[in-house]
Nanobody, 115 residues
Framework: QVQLVVSGGGLVQPGGSLSLSCAAS????????MAWYRQAPGKQRELVAR???????NYADSVKGRFTISRDNAKNTVYLQMNSMKPEDTAVYYC?????????WGQGTQVTVSS
């Protein structure tokens, strides 16, 4: 019902920056929250950042001060700006969008931080 198109990801050096975007389309009424998750090899999926319909944001402690989540309500798009990246940020990143009726996931995009 809701399709998510994710762009971004790639290889960056430690200390570098990378940005991700996720655009939602399809049957959308009201978006309750948009979020980014990630899963590193051998680890469980974890919440990286989330932004609610009211604009409140939440970040994992490991990314606070380095990552910024934002949204464009008119475009139903969520962004993740990643700065001062560390090797520990290496993971597959996923977009998640919750609406009144749906909970949707985008395709994973690989982010690798290495020198």
């Amino acid at each position: 019902q809701v399709q998510l198109v994710v762009s971004g990801g790639g290889l960056v050096q430690p200390g570098g920056s990378l940005s991700l975007s996720c655009a939602a389309s399809g049957t959308i009424f009201s978006i309750n929250a948009m979020a980014w998750y990630r899963q590193a090899p051998g680890k469980q999926r974890e919440l990286v950042a989330r932004i609610t319909s009211g604009g409140s944001t939440n970040y994992a402690d490991s990314v606070k001060g380095r990552f910024t989540i934002s949204r464009d309500n008119a475009k139903n798009t969520v962004y993740l700006q990643m700065n001062s990246m560390k090797p520990e940020d290496t993971a597959v990143y996923y977009c998640n969008v919750r609406t009144e009726l749906t909970n949707s996931w985008g395709q994973g995009t690989q982010v690798t931080v290495s020198s």
